[in-house]
């Protein structure tokens, strides 16, 4: 994995191509969400998130990513349904009623990347179920609201942290939110556990993906065959939000969320 330590916002030119690569990412979010109904295969999910990048002149950052000694991803984006965690391969499975599915999606944009995952229900989702899709967002939301430059990355990771265990859900350790920028994944990692005033501290022109994922249950995961996906160890539901934040002059702005225009 390559790292950089990254200023990525040197100017108004990264900062307006990251925020243009967040709203590509933040369109195509909104046409998958409007396309997970009862029936509809995962790999068609995957085109119409390859369509919508593309024709805005961005590049999938998940297609052919290679991560130790498996196969380069195949997708556009990743599927994770039910107790899957995160990449999940898209396929010809199709989605059940009372499932959920969290999609984990990225793009470059002229260099600059933006990396975002949403979880939603199929159709009608148990209470348990929306809950922790409830909470998983709501815990983004905190982590986020830690964001400023003289900030550790500590405030971050505890916000998550203590929010999502005070309900009781189990916080993912072994995947991490990240640096972003020139490259998908720079320094520093963002845990969603860990201590406020710890950790590196945020600068001025970083762009942080910050990405919670919580399971009913513990926190354990497992690997499954196919080199890529990841599931709970214990088989309970999980859920996955993750946005992309740049540090700019006039505060932290979220790239991948829908900007109105009107
Ligand atoms: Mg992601
Ligand atoms: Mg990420």
Redesign the pocket.
Known sequence: MAHQTGITIKSNRELKLMLEAGQIIARAKAKLAAAIVPGVATRDLDAIAEDEIRENGAIPSFKGYKAGGVIPFPGTICVSINDEIVHGIPSERKLNEGEIISI?V?AIYHGLHA???FTIGVGEVSDEAQRLMDATRESLDRGIAKIRAGARIGDISSAVQTYAEGLGYGVVRQYV??G?GFE??EDPQVPNYGQPGRGPLIRKGMAL?I?PMLNIGGWETRQLDDGWTVSTADGTLSAHF?D?IAITEDGPTVTTRLVSTS
């Open positions: 984990d990225g990396d975002s995952a939110g990240h972003i998908m994944h993906a990405e993750e992309t």
